[in-house]
């Protein structure tokens, strides 16, 4: 085998995008932590197997018909019509890598898409209905909207600008995640009869910062490997733009919290420290530095006042997915059309990109949220989308799942059998 510089450089584009899909789906562990960290203990397992879920069946939903939605050939700027079962004609998608890497690479996209969905619906979701939507979502929802802006459809056309996903993954699945929260309503008790939130302690706020620090790990090659090649001299300021937007949506709400309420609260400097990525994630690779901590800052205090919105109207959401991925995706995407370096409102004057985000933003949040409420709607038809009050009390764990996410006992259980066959039945 001869070794030409073409193939050399195909390979390391290979290993770039492969190693950044391995770090999205790293962040599943992060959604699993970070979700039964914020939740009750009796709900905890129940998180972990819905992550499972998105990552099993949300992946074979994607490679049947998912992708073929998303990056198919284009018909009339909606839809793809080619590439079921990654079959059919695809030559029109230009790849740097194989389709199987670049298939890799935009599965994880698609699995972080429905577990924020996930989050919203915490603790109350009956788990059948939850699976019915993973195929909804994974093989729909996110697939047309994707193929808007990424797949070559009418956003693409106007020219959109969303480097990573914060409309296409984080604001439609925020949005989503409203949706839900809507139709499947409160967990019990949440809210008094007067109207008062009331106090629902985290399980394990160390796990929740394990999880939001391997959030923060994939991110990197969330941003960074969407470049799709190892010798993008973008690597490197994509990196610095994600770090300093993080940092500053932590720093805010950090610094928030300790003036106003005087103690830091750590859930929300959590939370904020998402935000901070969620907003740079479409204009990591089009906005200055000092850009982007201002969009981390601004990103956590629009996730910290989204919280007190969802509060005062009753709208329970146990882990914030809808302040840190729908309000800081939707404001991380306009940002792009003031801040972008090419075309940005204060660096050219022109209103044309700030108005194409608008535009673009609101379709798809439009998109996301209508089929959500619209498709949970019909899966009641066919089972219950809300779990019943006593699977709630109960704990999702032992009513979905016959198991506790932990046990003190060091004993094995011994099964005692409670009937015995008479002689009779024992000789023949």
């Known amino acids: 085998m001869n070794l030409t510089l073409e193939s050399l450089g195909t390979g390391m584009d290979t290993v770039w995008v492969v190693l950044s899909a391995a770090m999205i789906l790293l962040m599943e562990g992060g959604f699993a932590l970070l979700e039964a960290g914020f939740v009750r203990y009796k709900n905890s397992v129940n998180i972990i197997m819905k992550v499972f879920a998105d990552i099993t069946i949300g992946t074979l939903v994607f490679y049947v018909f998912g992708f073929a939605l998303m990056y198919g050939k284009d018909a009339g700027g909606i839809i793809g ?117 009331t106090i629902a302690l985290p399980s394990n706020l160390p796990l929740a910062s394990v999880g939001a620090f391997l959030l923060w790990f994939g991110w990197f090659g969330f941003n960074a490997g969407s470049t799709l090649s190892a010798t993008d001299v973008r690597i490197g300021h994509i990196a610095l733009t994600t770090m300093l937007s993080a940092a500053s949506g932590g720093a805010v709400t950090l610094v928030y919290t300790l003036f106003r309420y005087q103690r830091s609260d750590a859930p929300s400097v959590i939370n904020g420290s998402l935000a901070g990525l969620v907003g740079i994630t479409a204009g990591c690779a089009f906005v200055s530095d000092s850009a982007a901590i201002l969009i981390g800052a601004i990103s956590g205090l629009l996730m910290m006042a989204a919280t007190s919105w969802l509060e005062g109207r009753r709208i329970d959401d146990p882990v914030g997915a809808f302040p840190v991925h729908a309000v800081s995706g939707a404001w991380g995407t306009l940002a792009v059309g003031l801040f972008a370096t090419d075309g940005g409102l204060f660096y050219s004057g022109s209103w044309h990109l700030l108005g194409v985000q608008a535009l673009g933003l609101s379709a798809l949040a439009a998109w996301g949220f209508v089929l959500t409420w619209v498709g949970l709607k019909l899966i009641g038809l066919l089972v219950p989308v809300r779990s019943s009050e006593e699977e709630e009390e109960i704990g999702l764990d032992i009513s979905y799942h016959g198991i506790m996410a932990a046990d003190r006992s060091h004993e094995f259980i011994d099964h005692e059998v409670r009937y015995s066959m008479s002689e009779e039945h024992r000789n023949v």
């Open 81 to 197: 019509t080619t590439g079921f079962v990654l079959g059919g004609d695809l030559s029109h998608l230009q790849l740097p890598v194989s389709l199987d890497t670049y298939w890799l690479f935009q599965a994880a996209f698609t699995i972080a898409v429905i577990s924020i969905v996930s989050g919203a619906v915490a603790e109350r979701i009956n788990f059948r209905a939850y699976l019915l939507y993973i195929v909804l979502m994974t093989g729909l929802i996110y697939p047309i909207g994707g193929h808007w802006a990424w797949g070559g459809g009418w956003l693409t056309k106007l020219g959109m600008q969303d480097f990573a996903g914060s409309a296409v993954i984080h604001a439609l699945g925020g949005f989503s995640a409203l949706a839900a929260a809507l139709i499947v309503g409160p967990r019990k008790g949440k809210f008094n009869k007067a109207g008062a939130s």
